[in-house]
């Protein structure tokens, strides 16, 4: 069994293992070369490894270079896999760090990946944590900017512990951590971003954000920043909006064909309300962007409120919520309704005062289109009942309700198809489905960065309200009874929609799981005798 020098298991404190070997200050003498040449470690061609140089001398495994600690065990054990000096089954040991920050298993890639992109520069500089002169900083930031942006990274998150300053990024939806700095280091790269979107580098014991436009890759990329103190020192969130991802048409959100066709024909003819619902982060207002793509076409007035503007649409009138100047949600619907706006977008209804003014606006001849919070398209009516919204107020301005999550896509140059997986057959047994024989995987390839999947799409239920619905709401029915008889009468579940995009191998079949619970309609109705046919195909 081959024995990994100790230098390897005694990681750092702060998550990087620095290990030394033939050519480092510590001069590993390991067994005698002539006898024991060592054996190349077959790396691969992962760039994670660059910069990292290994070699089985004898029985003692020698290496040079720097592996953040997370992939040090991973890489070691594919390493001595690959290597014929292997008696045994590999060993390594997790050190402390790896064991206290547990990841799920598709985010060790990504963040090899990510590493692996950032130059040794930046990786060396992670671990001596040298507070660097400001020019110096200022190009570290700029490359970890430029890999972020280049992995399609929404967020930036710098948060200080007792000891050190974890510099995370959240991908499709996931955080992983990337870096972990000294304190002092992290803490100077927190006050370099403060200060280069013009806020007050010293530590503030008050929340404050800021708003900055940077050249990122040769594209302009707007960074939200938001600081907050916490009792380790001063947190930064940066999220990244590039223009260049901004869904322009209902094409673009990866609608299917049956929930494209309502949206479409709301568009065409819209009126009253129209609400996109979901949890936070499922996609709501990408959704809304996107209609206000189609809808500025027109020869009308678009006017918005939001919080924030995450994106800036050439012909919108956009406002932006100001609370401390007494600007809210529902103060700018009545601003609106002033500007004579035909079609308005508030960021979201979340109390009966906004729920209030936006009924009023819809029911004035005009477009209203708003986000809230709940599990389906149908949670929306009582959302707007406990805000105090008598029946017929709902049945006659609601007009459309979409209901959506976000899922990722398979990546389409390397998915694969295979034997359901044991998760996906236990969720669907939960749920009383069918099992099918196959299904579509994710894979990896270098299209897709080895992660196997490639951006996210949308799951979609759209409600179009129509006669039935507006006598079941005036008769005061349950959201459960108004569900059933919807469905009854072919309305497509959320889940639907999703197995459809499954058998199509748009998205697999595990990261259903992730939508949460799910409404799963009864025998007999026609969504459920689809979801038969689909899963059985
Ligand atoms: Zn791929």
Redesign the pocket.
Known sequence: MPLLHKGLRNSAPHGLAEVRGATGKQRVRPVAKKRHPPVALRLGDRQATRGFHAGIFGKVLCADGLLTDATTVHTIQRCLHHTDCAGGAPRAERSPVATALPTAEWVRPVREHLLGRLSDRVRGWAVNGEVLPGAELASIVDELLTETVRMGCSDIHLTPYSDRVIVRVRIDGAMLDVLQLPLPAGMHMIRHFKVSAGLDPTHSFRPSDARQTRLVDGHEVDLRLACAPCIAGESLAIRLLSPQRLKRTVEDLGLCEPERCPIEQWLAGSAGMLLATGPTGSGKTTTLCALLHELKMTDRSVVTIEDPVEYQIDGVTQMQVDERHGLTFAEGLRAMLRLDADYLLSGEIRDAETAQVALEASTSGRVLMSTLHSRDAFGAVTALRNWGLADHEIGTCLSMVIAQRLVRK??????RRGAPSETSVQWLTVRGLPTPKSTWH?????????????GRTGVFEVWSLGENAYHMILAHTDERTLREAMVAAGHRPLILDGISMAAQGIISLDELRWLGSLYVPPTGTPAAKLLQQTLSE
């Not at 398979?410 to 998915?415: A, I, Q, V």
């Not at 994710?442 to 490639?454: D, N, R, V």
Request: net charge negative; glycine share 10%; with cysteine.
């Open positions: 398979l990546c389409p140059h390397c998915r994710a894979a990896g390839c270098s299209e897709c960065h080895e992660i196997g999947y490639a």
